[in-house]
């Protein structure tokens, strides 16, 4: 089965601070990785996806960036956090003929 | 800009009632239609999926889609209070990208 595995689980930075998350992908090759936002009582919004090793695409035009190393690692960085960066991060997964799965995801709070 | 609606709620049904949770879509070439549940502080869980008109049936769940009216639903018989979360209603055009409504928030009354 497929897994998606993310670290930390929460995550509290201040302002200014730079930010790494990390994904990684257990269960399938080649999957089509997405970094997601959720903030409080808010829908999930979409921020980044990427088909394939070195190929990033983004939706959002922000002060984070997203790369995929390896065709199953999937990381999110910030160079300096800004208070509106906080929220729920979540890492999911999408390999052809089956549907988006979800990593546990990072609380993330930026003070 | 492609939308997915839903009722933020909270939607609330007594112990074994049905639970009746309903989305509208923008984009009508949309081919693929998704339900998750996603409980407070966890991560969304894919509980349904459907492609075609008409109702699936999974145990106690139901999805129904209208491609003409650009609905779909998911009705839950028999609720419990473990059922009680925020359902997603997500739609794929057959792109990469999954279009996710904002929620609505269930209440399962014992």
């Known amino acids: 089965s497929q897994t998606i595995h993310q670290w930390p689980a929460t995550l509290v930075q201040p302002v200014g601070s730079p930010l790494s998350l990390e994904c990684t992908v257990e269960g399938t090759s080649n999957p089509n990785l997405y970094w997601y936002r959720q903030a409080a009582g808010r829908g999930l919004q979409l921020l980044f996806y990427?088909?394939?090793?070195?190929?990033i695409s983004s939706e959002v035009p922000q002060n984070l960036s997203a790369s995929r190393p390896q065709d199953r690692q999937f990381i999110l960085s910030s160079k300096k956090l800004l208070l509106s960066d906080s929220g729920f991060y979540l890492c999911?997964?999408?390999?052809?003929?089956?549907?988006?799965?979800f990593g546990p995801g990072t609380r993330l709070t930026v003070l | 800009q492609k939308e997915v609606e839903q009722n933020s709620g909270p939607l609330s049904v007594p112990e074994g009632a049905i639970a009746s949770l309903n989305c509208t879509y923008s984009d009508r070439v949309s081919q693929s239609f998704f339900w998750y549940r996603q409980y407070s502080g966890k991560s969304p869980e894919l509980i349904m999926s459907i492609y075609s008109n008409g109702d699936k049936e999974d145990g106690r769940f139901t999805a129904q889609l209208n491609k003409a009216s650009q609905y779909v639903s998911l009705l839950i018989r028999d609720s419990q209070p473990s059922d009680s979360a925020t359902y997603l209603c997500?739609?794929?055009?057959?792109?990469?990208?999954?279009?996710f409504g904002t929620g609505t928030r269930l209440k399962v009354l014992a």
């Open positions: 990427s088909v394939g090793i070195g190929q």
């Open positions: 997500a739609v794929s055009s057959g792109t990469y990208k999954y279009i």
């Open positions: 999911a997964g999408h390999h052809r003929g089956h549907e988006q799965f």
